[in-house]
């Protein structure tokens, strides 16, 4: 059974930063890509950034390129979400996500079409 959960959100003045973090437990880390998407109120859902566990390479959504970095500790089954100079924009509901690839899809396609997700952290930033 897929498990993620999620910790770390809070508020936070704009250009602060918080740590996210995602216990990840129940499939094949190496087959799947893992990582982080965010939906804010009245937006779509996003990709934020994600690892493809089989090879360790980040992806990042060009928004946050720069600001986030995504690492994981496998010993610890736990995934991190660095998010430094934080803006408004960045305000939303993130939850941690893990799918498969998908053929012709990208990174951020295969979380947002996976079922597997926590139960999302809020995360808010202030001007």
């Known amino acids: 059974q897929v498990q993620l959960m999620e910790s770390g959100g809070g508020s936070v003045q704009a250009g602060g930063g918080l740590r996210l973090s995602c216990e990840a437990s129940?499939?094949?880390?190496?087959?799947?890509?893992t990582g982080w998407i965010r939906q804010a109120p009245g937006k779509e859902r996003e990709g934020v950034a994600a690892i493809y566990g089989g090879s360790g390479v980040a992806y990042y959504a060009d928004s946050v390129k720069g600001r986030f970095t995504i690492s994981r500790d496998t010993a610890k089954n736990t995934l991190y979400l660095q998010m430094n100079s934080l803006e408004p924009d960045d305000s939303a509901v993130y939850y941690c996500?893990?799918?498969?690839?998908?053929?012709?899809?990208?990174?951020?396609?295969?979380?947002?079409?996976?079922?597997?997700r926590g139960q999302g952290t809020q995360v808010t930033v202030s001007s």
């Open positions: 996500a893990a799918g498969p690839p998908l053929v012709g899809g990208r990174w951020f396609t295969a979380l947002l079409r996976s079922n597997y």
């Open positions: 129940g499939y094949r880390y190496d087959l799947y890509y």
